[in-house]
């Protein structure tokens, strides 16, 4: 049930979200960048929960954003799992 809530939150995310997030995160991205990130994402059906679709999307924004923003975003994700003690879902 939580996987299916948060893969649907991704899915109905806007760049601007995306980019107030960032903001709020300490990870710089452009709205024409996020844009694009949500394009790959529904494209390639990622599934935030899979270390593959994971490590393929770590590679888009590393390439497309930015190294430094991509090692911010999974860091980010990292302390989130911890914090919320979702460790079991990755």
């Known amino acids: 049930m939580l996987k299916h809530l948060i893969r649907t ?3 109905a995310s806007t760049p601007a ?11 710089h991205i452009t709205k024409e960048q996020a844009a694009e990130l949500l394009k790959f994402i529904k494209k390639e ?3 935030p929960f899979s270390k593959q679709d994971r490590s393929k999307t770590y590679s888009y924004v590393e390439q497309n954003i930015g190294q430094r923003e991509a090692k911010q975003a999974d860091q980010l994700l990292n302390q989130l799992v911890k914090q919320y003690n979702l460790d079991h879902l990755l």
């Open 9 to 11: 939150r991704l899915y």
């Open 17 to 27: 979200e995306i980019v107030k997030y960032g903001r709020q995160y300490g990870i």
């Open 45 to 47: 059906s990622i599934d």
